[in-house]
């Protein structure tokens, strides 16, 4: 049963990611993007890890959908398709993808996994706690750093969206 | 896990989705005309394209969004792994808020929450 669903999640994962790179009108690819990250979040609920999976929905097909819908509505001209590329390039591309796959796929088949033992869980009282732990093997650093991140995020985000408007009316002025 | 509980979930969500479409397909009266298939904007025909460039404001505001979103994703284990460790860990959310506050800071000075 598990096997069944799994394969019903990889199925809407592979045909929306195709249909993602495929289309030609820039909306449409976003909005199939948000359909594959709904079934990864799909297989992450499968593994139990629900705490992840629940961020995976807010953020990911949440804010980053969000985020990337704004910016493709910034773009200009918008109505345009994507124009068919020249079938050596598409040849070229095929190859260049194939021979990535190939090397992707001998390193997973060769590469000689271990099972490992049952880890310290994924409940959320367990990631929070190992989260604010300041001791041996605790993430306080990553923690506190995180928003150093979020912080240097949010002024460049700024900076950027603020930049670009004073340029722009440089240019009425000129 | 109630995986068989999920599986069938989807295909009665399926089921019941595509055959209330397909049976009010089959039930409801067809008319065709050339003022059905007419865009409209408020009952009025569109003026230019529909297509339109968006603001920049937007996309600030949606950054803002996100940075916040990520905020609260790390606030949500904090704030379940509290109790467990008391003082220490409040001092260190503290610590975590305040740096973000002062990206919220920035924020505000710069006038990037204004709308124009």
Redesign the interface.
């Known amino acids: ?2 096997r ?2 799994f394969y ?1 999640l990889a199925l809407i994962m592979i045909g929306f990611a195709l249909a993602s790179v495929m289309s030609r009108r820039m909306l449409r690819s976003v909005i199939y993007l948000l359909f594959v990250l709904c079934a990864v979040a799909g297989v992450y609920f ?1 593994m ?1 890890y629900n ?1 992840l999976a629940a ?1 995976q929905l ?2 990911y097909a ?3 959908i ?2 990337i819908i ?2 493709v ?4 001209h ?2 345009m398709r994507m124009e068919i590329a020249r079938p050596t390039r598409q040849l070229l591309t095929a190859l260049a993808c194939s021979l990535g796959l190939a090397a992707f796929l001998s390193v997973i088949y060769t590469y000689d996994f271990q099972v490992s033992g049952p880890g310290p869980g994924t409940e ?2 367990v ?3 190992k ?2 732990d ?1 001791g041996e093997g605790g993430f ?1 650093l990553p ?2 750093v ?3 991140l ?2 240097a ?3 460049g ?2 900076v950027i ?2 930049g ?2 004073l340029s722009e009316n440089k240019n009425e002025v000129k | 896990m109630g995986s068989e509980a999920i599986i069938v979930f989807f295909l009665a969500g399926v089921v019941l989705v595509t055959g209330a479409n397909f049976l009010s397909n089959l039930i409801s009266p067809k008319s065709d005309s050339d003022a059905k298939r007419a865009p409209y904007e408020s009952g009025m025909t569109t003026i230019g394209p529909t297509w339109v460039q968006f603001k920049v404001g937007y996309y600030l505001f949606a950054i803002l969004f996100l940075v916040f979103d990520v905020e609260i994703a790390f606030l949500v284990p904090w704030a379940v792994a509290y109790k467990g460790i008391g003082a220490i860990a409040f001092v260190e959310v503290l610590i975590f808020l305040f740096i973000l506050g002062l990206g919220l800071l920035y924020a505000w000075k710069k006038g990037a929450l204004k709308w124009k």
């Open positions: 049963m598990e069944i669903l019903i499968m139990d705490f961020i807010t953020i949440g804010g980053i969000v985020l704004f910016s509505l910034l773009v200009h918008i109505e959320v009282s990631i929070g706690a989260l604010l300041y306080i923690f506190e995180i928003s150093v979020l912080l995020a949010m002024v985000a700024i969206a603020k670009t408007k």
